[in-house]
């Protein structure tokens, strides 16, 4: 087909030629549709022309995100922490009784994360005194779940009293028997590997609790600070 034709009208020539950039394409500034053979460029230039791709994420936006975007997203998510200055004090108290805690946010937590969870623990005496945490879904040691216990020593002061878990499938999941008496369930080993797991009610707060059981009545225990961080 010859795709070049000259038409005379009296004096006056006319050319009329299909592969004129400005008649061809979404480029050309008078579209004429039914001038195509063939859509595929129609169709890719459109879809070219429609579809944004982000390098990274943008809270909002609708736009495609590359996968490097994603992965670099997901890899500088920042681990959560909550932080609190303890001013909780318990003084001449011989039953279990809370020192202080610390509450979540609903949401916090979140599954197949690790956690630890620590607390400094002083006494003003040589007495010796037992130290717990617990976690319940209330500021209250009703209900609550044992999740370690530590046995003050007579000279120690100060006890950094810490236990590491992590969260999978909305349960907490804490190894090494919760009533061993250790400061740390961190060690290198340890005759006890029991695992205590925990139903949590993640989309609700959850309170991290640490109680005291004093020796005698002229015995303070108090809390310095309480802090919770993502592994």
Known sequence: MNEFT????GFSEISINGNKSDFKGL?????YGANYDDNTYVQKKYVDDKTVIDSTPTDGSTNAVSSNGVFDALNNRQKRSAFKVSTGSVTGTISQTIIDSIELPANFLENNREYLLNADLIKNNTAINE???FVNTSNS???????GRVLSTSAGRYFPFERLFYVTGNELNIRVGTSINTLSNRVT???NADLTTVSLTLASPIFFIFACVNA??????TCGKINLSEQ
């Not at 000259?6 to 009208?9: C, I, K, R, S, V």
């Not at 005698?216 to 225990?221: E, F, G, M, R």
């Open 141 to 147: 040691l009703s209900g609550a779940t044992q999740l």
């Open 6 to 9: 000259t038409l005379l009208f």
């Open 189 to 191: 080993a340890n005759n």
């Open 27 to 31: 480029n050309s500034t008078n579209y």
């Open 131 to 133: 130290y717990f945490a």
């Open 216 to 221: 005698d009545t002229s015995t303070v225990s």
